[in-house]
């Protein structure tokens, strides 16, 4: 996500494809109250662990106050379920400028009149109550917003994205550690092949019935692959200690030529928030400092560092249409699943998601998560980085409106995939689409290799 941000004003309501309800009225209601209830409780969790003085502060030019996410979050509430929804008069109008992530760049937005920590807590709590009330009296039907409880799945999905927001804050601000988790299952298992091959032919990629699917998602379409291969785990941070210590950062051929320029210019030898110290790599995570783990994903690289690792490797990232197949094609049925397990919704013991974690598992983790061809951990752990620039699906139609997704259509975003361990499971699927320019270092992202099949 290319940041703040999914929601305005409502500007535009053409209908995206309906989404196919999953159960009754009571049944949505049920699902909506619990992805908002999450979603408000991680917030609490993310804003409450520190003071009002690290609440305002600006951690890093690249990211918001915690305390602007906050208040952002209630004016979207306040935008689409109480104004949009409920087609109630706007409690608090003059804010609206305010919270608009169009309007206001992140570096400035320590200089804008917020609401201070208190006012912005009160404002969200005021806001839940009666949204709630809204949606224990709501229609679930006869209007695309309302279709399967879209519009309350929407907002539950915009908290969760911001709560990811304000993790990443977490992750770039200074002092001890505030948040604590216990550390990812190691799941025993025998070795893994380096790479799975992934059959070439069609498959339908995106979605038309997903019922919360944004319209970047839509719609379903197919695509015909030709046949490559794919590592089985993300890249660990041992394999891109090894393209550091071959020189990889210092070797012009493996980079393109804007990322060259990049790492040049400020300086760049290793991932974000790693340091080389007494002859071995050490990371910072969430105010802790420890050795590297070798045997986990690598996490914190740019789009041009995965790229030059690839091209380091005989390799190359994938395209996102193989990423998609691969996380949710089975060769037995020709069927696309919603997750590379099959149908259902993501347990604990499939991926690695919600925060419930705060670092990636081991490579090769959570073989109950793997895909019919045993791709594993292509959900949850890292977001991965793909060869692809972030453009509109055939078909595409916008909604509920243009800025969630068209605006950034373009070859100035790289398409991410899959989701990480700071990503909740309502905003993470197999057809999910996250984007970013390709020098950012922040997020939780990591990547893994392909090569084509015709190259055997």
Known sequence: MNGDDRATAATDAAPAPAPAATGGPEELRSRALEALTAARARTALLTDCVDDGELTAQHSPLMSPLVWDLAHIGNQEEQWL????????????????????????????PALPLLPPAEARAYAADIRTRVLDVLAGARLDGRPLLDAGFAFGMIAQHEQQHDETMLITHQLRSGPAVLNAPPPPVHPSGPLPSEVLV????????????????????????????????????????????????????????????????????????????????????????????????????????????????????????????????????????????????????????????????????????????????????????????????????????????????????????????????????????TFRNWDYPVRRQIFAGFRTARSAELD
């Open 82 to 109: 109480w104004r949009e929804v409920a087609g109630r008069e706007a409690l608090r109008p003059e804010i609206d400028p305010l919270y608009d992530a169009f309007a206001h760049p992140r570096a400035e937005r």
């Open 199 to 430: 059959p070439g032919g069609p498959f339908t990629m995106g979605t038309s019935d997903e019922p919360w699917a944004l319209d970047n998602e839509r719609p379903a379409h197919l695509r015909d692959v030709p046949a490559f291969h794919l590592d089985t785990a993300p890249v660990t941070n041992g394999s891109y200690l090894a393209f550091m210590a071959d020189g990889g950062y210092t070797d012009r051929r493996w980079w393109h030529p804007e990322g060259w320029a990049q790492i040049r210019e400020h300086g760049v030898v290793a991932p974000l928030f790693w340091r080389q110290e007494g002859g071995r790599w050490l990371r910072r995570r969430f105010g802790t400092t420890e050795p590297v783990p070798e045997d986990e994903p690598v996490v914190h690289v740019s789009w041009y560092e995965a790229d030059a690792y690839a091209r380091w490797a005989g390799r190359r990232l994938p395209t996102e249409p193989e990423w998609e197949k691969a996380a949710r094609y089975d060769p037995v049925t020709g069927r696309s699943r919603r997750y590379p397990w099959g149908d259902a919704d993501p347990g604990p013991d499939h991926a690695n998601l919600g925060q419930r974690h705060l670092r990636p598992a081991r490579a090769g983790g959570y073989p109950a998560g793997a895909s019919p061809l045993g791709v594993r951990q292509l959900i949850g752990d890292v977001w991965e980085w793909t060869a692809s620039d972030f453009l509109p699906y055939p078909g595409f139609r916008p909604f509920p409106y243009k800025e969630y997704s068209e605006v950034f259509f373009g070859p100035e975003h790289k398409v991410l995939r899959g989701g990480s361990f700071a990503v909740d499971a309502v905003a993470c699927r197999g």
